[in-house]
């Protein structure tokens, strides 16, 4: 910190009580300057020869006023004044970025001009401020946090427009001429901290971070805050990265530390309100110069603090646009109190909406531009389409996410649930693990949903998408509907079929695995698409009692503990049968998850009403068992 002493007299003011301060010398004072609470009894002769404002005053008082001048209404107060009245004794007085502006607020009160003494006390406070202060990072930013205290001296005399600039060309220099100190609490690389392996014992210039000064100008009140950002944009040196993280800096230590105790102990937040419009109305509207967690935190504040609906748009949108960038617990805005629920879903849905209006105009204009110059453009469109998809794909499963946190919510209506599902195209669920755990939290947190509400809700996730895993948690998962659990089932015992086809296919010669049939889709059979529709899926279950039931999860559950798919072997009936290449070892091939006597119980009805089934196999007592190639589950041919 920069300093300068003036005088060369010792200090001999003394004090007297609280409110009384006089010099002690020899001579008599006839003088007393009152200065709010505080008394100075001075002598006329060394102040009246530097301050044209008490030669004024001095000269109008009359005998019955005993030369008594009252001054509070000086800058600065005693402090100040008493500054003044030691430079007029010549007496050692220091000044600093602490003092030097109420020092000079309160000469330019008393008048202390250079026409009234040469080197008077505005002529060196200017010269130390513009040939130290202002020259020194940190001493601008004290000196500009004095200033409020000051006003409307300090904005009048221009020692704020003064420090703002100092401080904006400062901070807009090449982080490389950085040669003076600053406070950077952020952890560095290791080659910033000096413990680079590759240094070798040879000490290399430290490098400074592009944001070294973000943290210093946290320190600073609202109002100026503003203003140097301000100055610092118009300088046009520091990319919208920079300041956007600045932004946050300053939120973080202004705001989001002291905003839910004070809401939640009904402090007046008037003050957090004006630091969040504030902020708002700095952000940079550059794409990715902030990012989608800090505009959460943003929009969660000013839900707590009830800002106005255009703010909350405003902010809503711009979330909207980096939707796939934010976390689950960003989206846990709580609800407005007069709400029974606990969080805020209709505004995550509104951002969803706005993500996936943009992402649907991006790809209209990729397709566009895609039959405008198609051979000059392939690169740049492949590359659209692939960030389109990745970005879905990530809105999905954040989703996904946030569907299962708010499923724990007992007041969370259906509706709502459902919609936020389908608001995610099916296409960007390749696997629908995500989707089954929300739903499966749903149901046990509403233990109330009717038939037709449980069937709406596992309605919107396709069994044929859940992974191994998830598929053996389902078969157990006594909430779920049965004809759920039998679907689960079902398309395991096709996959399994797959499988096993897949791998007796990998073993074949390339002229037999040619002979393979397909589908018209281009899938081969055994596949594990399902030509069901929805309304079929949700057909009545069919009539199983409890015991047919509890087998079939305790069998199924028994397959895969044993080694999951197996070609056959744990059935001896089986053994007895011909080769692979027939027709009952093509209905039996694969192993698979259900028993052919439970699904021939479970599947009854499927197959009066036309519905495929996982294996056509039939046996009643006393007969032979005969396979019947299915459509879907034929392997080869004879």
């Not at 794409?287 to 809503?316: H, I, M, Q, W, Y």
């Not at 459902?418 to 195209?425: C, D, F, G």
């Not at 390339?510 to 059979?525: F, K, T, V």
């Amino acid at each position: 910190m920069k300093y300068m002493k003036l005088g060369s007299k010792p200090d001999v003011f003394q004090t007297e009580g609280n409110n009384i301060r006089f010099v002690a010398t020899e001579l008599a004072t006839d003088i007393v300057i009152i200065v709010g609470e505080v008394k100075f009894y001075l002598h006329k002769f060394p102040l009246l020869s530097k301050s044209s404002r008490l030669q004024t005053l001095v000269a109008s008082t009359n005998e019955e006023s005993n030369d008594e001048i009252d001054i509070s209404d000086i800058p600065g107060g005693p402090a100040a004044f008493e500054i003044c009245a030691k430079f007029c004794y010549g007496m050692i007085v220091t000044l600093n970025a602490y003092n030097v502006l109420a020092a000079r607020c309160a000469a330019e009160y008393l008048e202390m001009f250079e026409t009234i003494d040469k080197g008077n006390l505005i002529y060196k406070i200017d010269v130390f401020l513009s040939s130290s202060i202002f020259r020194t990072w940190k001493d601008s930013i004290i000196v500009l946090q004095t200033t409020k205290s000051l006003l409307p001296w300090s904005e009048n005399l221009k020692v704020i427009n003064h420090c703002v600039d100092s401080i904006a060309t400062k901070a807009s220099i090449d982080p490389s001429e950085v040669e003076w100190s600053y406070t950077y609490n952020r952890r560095k690389l290791p080659s910033e901290n000096g413990l680079d392996s590759h240094w070798n014992g040879v000490r290399k210039q430290q490098m400074v971070p592009r944001d070294w000064w973000v943290e210093d100008l946290c320190d600073l009140e609202m109002c100026l805050y503003k203003k140097v950002i301000m100055a610092i944009k118009a300088k046009g040196r520091i990319s919208s990265e920079v300041i956007g993280e600045a932004l946050r800096a300053y939120a973080h230590r202004r705001l989001f530390s002291s905003l839910e105790s004070a809401v939640s102990n009904g402090l007046d937040c008037t003050r957090h309100s004006a630091a969040l419009e504030t902020i708002i109305s700095l952000l940079p509207s550059e794409e990715g110069s902030v990012p989608c967690s800090f505009l959460l935190k943003l929009l969660r504040a000013s839900c707590l603090l009830g800002s106005d609906e255009a703010c909350r748009d405003n902010l809503t949108k711009r979330i909207g646009a980096k939707l796939d960038e934010a976390s689950v617990s960003d989206l846990l805005i709580p609800a407005n109190s007069d709400e029974a629920a606990m969080y805020n879903v209709d505004m995550i849905s509104a951002m969803l909406e706005e993500f996936m209006a943009q992402h649907r105009e991006d790809d209209d204009g990729a397709k566009l531009q895609e039959d405008d110059d198609q051979e000059a453009m392939d690169g740049d469109d492949d590359n659209l389409n692939g960030v389109s998809r990745s970005s879905k794909l990530a809105i999905a499963k954040l989703v996904d996410g946030y569907l299962a946190e708010i499923a724990k919510d007992p007041n969370l209506p259906l509706s709502k649930f459902i919609a936020l599902t389908e608001m995610v195209p099916l296409a960007t669920r390749p696997v629908h693990d995500g989707l089954y755990r929300a739903i499966d939290m749903y149901l046990k947190e509403h233990p109330g949903l009717t038939k037709g509400e449980k069937k709406r809700l596992c309605g919107l996730m396709d069994c044929k998408k859940l992974s191994p895993e998830a598929s053996m948690h389902a078969v157990q998962n006594e909430r779920l509907p049965l004809r759920v659990v039998v679907q689960v089932l079902f398309f395991e015992q096709v996959r399994a079929a797959s499988s096993a086809s897949a791998a007796a296919a990998a073993d074949m010669p390339p002229a037999a695995r040619s002979l393979l049939p397909r589908e018209q889709d281009g899938n081969s059979y055994g596949s594990s698409r399902s030509t069901a529709t929805e309304d079929d899926q949700w057909a009545p279950p069919p009539t199983t009692t409890s015991v047919d039931v509890t087998s079939f999860r305790s069998m199924s559950l028994a397959n895969n503990k044993n080694g999951g798919v197996s070609g056959g072997g744990g059935d001896q009936a089986a053994c007895k049968k011909p080769p692979p290449s027939s027709a009952s070892a093509k209905g039996s091939g694969g192993g698979g998850l259900m028993p052919k006597k439970i699904l021939s119980k479970l599947w009854s009805g499927k197959a009066s009403s036309g519905e495929n089934s996982s294996s056509d196999t039939s046996e009643s007592p006393g007969e032979e068992t005969r396979s019947t190639p299915s459509r879907n589950t034929r392997h080869s041919v004879s």
